[in-house]
């Protein structure tokens, strides 16, 4: 078993709808956890994280935790066909090193 | 601050020759990252310091990789001798010990290995 699980896509959402994106973890004591979104040729770059079960929100967008069920979502509404990317989700272990484990990624396609 | 900084942004070179990866971390991070990206495995750790100890080299594949970090602002990945399955795209990647272990992505290596 991987230890951040993605399911890879591509998730094709119309301009205009909610994007779900999920991801689930293995490691239980966990404690941080990251989305992360990566253009085409192009380095990650952070979107939003979230420490505590439930939601967080960040203007378009909406990182969910639940912690007993070790999953993580990302929300996006209003997609834009911008917004078209692969979503990484990252997990930090239980001790606060900065090592961040990857999931191999969504891929979203918003179509105009 | 003009980011994490690595070179060279692309190497094509042949079996068997040393490649040599450098990263410039923003200052102030103490923590480092060297993470590797294919299509098939997607993006691995492999290697890790704070404050330029080297704390976690577990995924480094094997002995013909080796990293440095003699110094706050500089940082080398060393691959001798390459293979063509080493061909993936590198990233440095560094981090503040306090807040959030927010992660900021250098530009990224690409290596083909022929």
């Known amino acids: 078993q991987k230890e951040v699980e993605q399911n890879s896509g591509p998730l094709s959402v119309p301009e205009g709808a909610i994007a779900s994106l999920n991801c689930t973890y293995s490691?239980?004591?966990?404690?941080?956890f990251f989305w992360y979104r990566q253009y085409s040729g192009k380095s990650p770059e952070l979107i939003m994280f979230?420490?505590?079960?439930g939601d967080k929100e960040d203007g378009r967008f909406t990182a969910q935790l639940n912690k007993a069920s070790q999953y993580v979502s990302l929300l996006i509404r209003d997609s834009q066909p911008s917004d078209s990317a692969t979503y990484l989700c990252?997990?930090?272990?239980?001790?606060?090193?900065?090592?961040?484990?990857f999931g191999q990624g969504t891929t979203l396609q918003v179509k105009p | 601050d003009a980011g994490v900084i690595q070179s060279p942004r692309h190497e094509v070179t042949e079996m068997g020759q040393e490649v040599t990866l450098r990263c410039k971390p923003i200052?102030?991070?103490?923590?480092l990252f060297w993470y590797r990206q294919t299509m098939m495995r997607g993006l691995e750790l492999l290697i890790y310091?704070?404050?330029?100890?080297?704390?976690?080299d577990s995924g480094m594949p094997e002995d013909r990789f080796s990293a440095k970090m003699p110094n706050a602002s500089f940082s080398t990945l060393k691959i001798q001798p390459s293979e063509p399955r080493d061909s993936a795209v590198y990233f440095c990647?560094?981090?503040?010990?306090?807040?959030?272990?927010?992660?900021?992505f250098g530009a990224g290596s690409r290596l083909t290995v022929l």
């Open positions: 990647a560094g981090g503040a010990s306090s807040g959030a272990n927010v992660l900021t």
């Open positions: 990252a997990v930090g272990g239980a001790s606060n090193t900065g090592k961040l484990i």
């Open positions: 310091f704070n404050n330029n100890v080297p704390i976690d």
């Open positions: 200052s102030g991070h103490n923590s």
């Open positions: 490691d239980r004591g966990s404690q941080s």
């Open positions: 979230i420490y505590s079960n």
